[in-house]
């Protein structure tokens, strides 16, 4: 402010005090401003370096997604359930946030009394943000846990597998392990395939996943696994197997081998001799071997159907002589071969055919390497490469070598379904698909020929699968039987066995092939015997008259048609077909 007196100049300005304090004040304006944005700077940064840390969703090493993803369900060819997910709680532990640990371990063994004592001590002690505690529990034990009230201790809700069908099915759906993995089975094949990628991206946590439709009819794999139990107890048996096939697709329409397990409880699955007989088990075959042998030979054109073979004496190598079981000592026709099981007649009609040309004829059939197939659970065949004079022989009878029963099957598939072979799957798969995936290895007249013969053991007298057909009738099946010795401290003994049948039904228009085997049967009675016609033949015959119907095939006792399958040129020689 300026004093100015009336008339005089001014002379004094009071203006230092209010500049001082205006700057001071607009200083001060300035420093808050800075400090603001020096604050909102800082804040922001915060905010940018928290925006960028990566949280960490992994409990115990497994990504959150992963331990609470889905499975798609499985369905059987009808719809079915075969497997589905269910929704369980899993008890955890936040050590950091426990403020008495040994109550905590005291109180939780109240309801978990299997819990061990000093591991869920350890457990429970330390800084550690997660722990599981038990996993999959019933909410009743659920609800018991929570009003205990102990801190830090609380659920997540996990998918749990659940195979509704128990153990009927469990060597096809194998199993899933407590993340909810496939570890075996079409589980595991899933897995590889697809679903563990969805599972990692996140994808499969909390949404709905296309259902996955098998093959598998559950009617029929009922029966079959029923059929299997019945004949482990009726025969005694340590073990009994069987695989059924739509020989034009290569769909499996039923497998079983027990013993099995439940996959519900997958450390069941660990327990001895519980592995699929069907994909991962080899064995000497026997004599349905020599179905591939004749057919083999036929399709060479060195031997006909109406040829005959000299079956009095044994065949000779060395020291040693191979003679037949039941004997009958004359020449036999082809078909009286087959159906008398003739290992002397067979040798012949491989050495017709050359032992180099039967080698060459299992590679076409695949009888040399895995079977193509979904199912991680497979062995390889062990067949030497090349045969001698004496390998050729015995493998030409179905001992020397060892294949899967699933190979077997499938050999028989190619040569009922005109000639071609198909590679199995457990996924459903339509005839015109089927097509464009075969593989000629026989022509539709050798092929014709097998269902012919076939036909024969079953309806002919002195046939070995009678017994059989007589338990089926009206469904046309016909089949091959064989019985293998087993090796015991390297030789072979007459006393364990291993047993095997071969089928096809209906043979007039066949659709489906079997292969049964029952390991180590006993007599069902005095007046059974153990060779294979007596329980594999029986099994079969039981299973066809069951499954049959449920497949749309309706009885027939016309023989008419039985007639109808004879061969053109077998009828001129034998008018009644043998």
């Known amino acids: 402010m300026a004093i100015v007196a009336e008339g005089m100049p001014p002379t004094i300005a009071l203006e230092g005090s209010r500049k001082q304090r205006g700057n001071l004040t607009q200083a001060r304006i300035r420093w808050m401003i800075l400090a603001v944005v020096m604050g909102f700077g800082l804040v922001g940064g ?3 370096q928290l925006g960028m840390v990566v949280p960490d969703q992994s409990i115990e090493g497994q990504t959150r997604d992963a331990i609470m993803a889905s499975r798609p369900p499985i369905l059987d060819r009808n719809g079915l359930e075969m497997a589905v997910d269910i929704r369980v709680p899993s008890l955890y532990a936040e050590p950091r946030r426990i403020i008495d640990v ?7 063994r109240t309801v978990l009394p299997s819990l061990d004592e000093e591991w869920l001590r350890k457990r429970l002690t330390g800084e550690k943000g997660f722990v599981w505690v038990q996993r999959e529990l019933t909410p009743a034990i659920q609800e018991q846990v929570m009003r205990l009230g102990i801190p830090g201790i609380d659920f997540i809700t996990e998918s749990k597998r659940f195979y509704p069908a128990m153990s009927e099915a469990a060597h096809i759906l194998g199993s899933t392990n407590v993340d909810n993995q496939g570890i075996a089975g079409i589980e595991r094949y899933v897995d590889t395939d697809h679903l563990s990628v969805l599972q990692e991206l996140g994808l499969a946590r909390g949404n709905a996943l296309t259902p996955i439709e098998l093959s598998v009819d559950m009617r029929v794999q009922h029966i079959l696994h ?9 025969y005694q048996a340590i073990a009994a197997a069987g695989v059924i096939i739509d020989i034009y697709s290569g769909e499996v329409v039923a497998m079983a081998s027990l013993p099995d397990f439940n996959p519900n409880e997958p450390a069941s699955a660990l327990v001895k001799d519980t592995f699929n007989r069907i994909t991962s088990g080899i064995f000497e075959p026997g004599s349905i071997f020599k179905t591939i042998t004749i057919a083999g030979a036929l399709d060479s054109g060195t031997v006909r159907i109406t040829d005959k073979f000299d079956a009095r ?5 060395g020291r040693y002589t191979i003679s037949d079981f039941h004997g009958k000592n004359r020449i036999l026709a082809l078909p009286e ?3 008398y099981s003739s290992n002397i007649g067979t040798i012949r009609v491989m050495q017709a055919m050359g032992k180099d040309n039967f080698r060459a004829f299992l590679s076409r059939l695949k009888f040399d390497e895995r079977v193509e197939f979904e199912l991680p659970e497979m062995r390889s065949p062990t067949i030497p490469k ?7 022989a015995t493998a030409s009878f179905g001992h020397g070598l060892s294949v899967s029963p699933l190979h077997m099957v499938m050999a028989h598939t190619a040569l009922l379904n005109g000639g071609n072979y198909i590679a199995p799957t457990l996924f459903k798969r339509s005839i015109a698909d089927a097509e464009k995936l075969y593989e000629p290895v026989v022509s539709a007249q050798t092929s014709e020929y ?15 699968g009678s017994q059989m057909n007589k338990l089926a009738l009206g469904y046309r099946v016909g089949g091959k039987t064989g019985t293998a010795e087993k090796v015991v401290d390297g030789r072979y003994s007459s006393s364990k066995v291993t047993n095997f049948f071969a089928s096809a039904f209906p043979l ?3 659709r489906y092939a079997m292969v049964v085997m029952v390991d180590e049967p006993k007599a069902e009675n005095e007046r059974s015997g153990t060779t294979a016609g007596w329980n594999a033949g029986h099994m079969t015959g039981r299973i066809v008259q069951r499954i049959a119907p449920m497949l749309g095939i309706a009885p027939e006792f016309s023989e008419l048609l039985d007639q109808q399958i004879v061969p053109q040129s077998v009828r001129q020689l034998y008018p009644e077909g043998f």
């Open 102 to 108: 040994e109550e905590a371990v005291s109180k939780l």
């Open 313 to 317: 004496y044994g065949v000779r190598f």
């Open 46 to 48: 915060r905010l940018i």
């Open 226 to 234: 029923q059929e299997m139990q019945d004949s482990m107890a009726r």
């Open 450 to 464: 097998v269902r012919y013969l076939m036909r024969l053991n079953a309806i002919s007298v002195g046939g070995s």
């Open 508 to 510: 007039d228009n066949p």
């Open 337 to 339: 071969v087959y159906k």
């Open 386 to 392: 090349s045969f001698s004079e004496v390998g050729a």
